[in-house]
T-cell receptor, first 112, second 113 residues
Framework: SQQGEEDPQALSIQEGENATMNCSYK?????LQWYRQNSGRGLVHLIL?????REKHSGRLRVTLDTSKKSSSLLITASRAADTASYFC????????????FGKGITLSVRP | DAGVIQSPRHEVTEMGQEVTLRCKPI?????LFWYRQTMMRGLELLIY????????DSGMPEDRFSAKMPNASFSTLKIQPSEPRDSAVYFC???????????FGNGTRLTVT
């Protein structure tokens, strides 16, 4: 079963705009991670936020975590055409033997 | 760091044939995961190993699927007999310890006709 569910399923924006993607989950977690997947390739880890953290930054990425609402958001600022990819959230569920469960992903298209 | 290496990259086989997918994790990583990705079901965890021992195989669809990790540098996922509904991209991933970021291979695209 899917633990994380991303929203929206697809997002199309103009280059230079910001992209916001959301993820909701159901159970207690140790951490939440965001990954990116380019067509025909494996997933690549972007950023990890622990359950006791509320916000984290990495370059043009900003991740927030609200454990009371069981939700996270990924913000990509000043998007580029090269950001076009699928984005996934994954949760490390507490007490689940450290297996990561992925959502179905968000398809982001950045128009040049 | 060569990354996680999977082979073959593509596999086309006929229904009923045996299929073996291979994975070499990153050296020093203690956990190895097999995932399957389809449009309909997304990314599903099939099985994962910790220190070469299978920890959770609850995602393995049925007895036709089996996975082994004979040593720290090699794992196989076998489907016997294969069926058209097994067509998917199969990913192997590894990490250093539980909950740490996963490193994915580029996957094996399996087509069963």
């Amino acid at each position: 079963s899917q633990q994380g569910e991303e929203d929206p399923q697809a997002l199309s924006i103009q280059e230079g705009e910001n992209a916001t993607m959301n993820c909701s989950y159901k159970t207690s977690i140790n951490n939440l991670q965001w990954y990116r997947q380019n067509s025909g390739r494996g997933l690549v880890h972007l950023i990890l936020i622990r359950s006791n953290e509320r916000e984290k930054h990495s370059g043009r990425l900003r991740v927030t975590l609200d454990t009371s609402k069981k939700s996270s958001s990924l913000l990509i600022t000043a998007s580029r055409a090269a950001d076009t990819a699928s984005y996934f959230c994954a949760t490390d569920e507490a007490g689940a033997n450290s297996k990561l469960t992925f959502g179905k992903g968000i398809t982001l298209s950045v128009r040049p | 760091d060569a990354g996680v290496i999977q082979s073959p990259r593509h596999e086309v086989t006929e229904m009923g044939q045996e299929v073996t997918l291979r994975c070499k994790p990153i050296s020093g990583h203690n956990s190895l995961f097999w995932y399957r990705q389809t449009m309909m079901r997304g990314l599903e965890l099939l099985i994962y190993f910790n220190n070469n021992v299978p920890i959770d195989d609850s995602g393995m669809p049925e007895d036709r699927f089996s996975a082994k990790m004979p040593n720290a540098s090699f794992s196989t996922l076998k489907i016997q007999p294969s069926e058209p509904r097994d067509s998917a991209v199969y990913f192997c991933a590894s990490n250093r310890q539980g909950g740490s970021p996963l490193h994915f291979g580029n996957g094996t695209r399996l087509t069963v006709t």
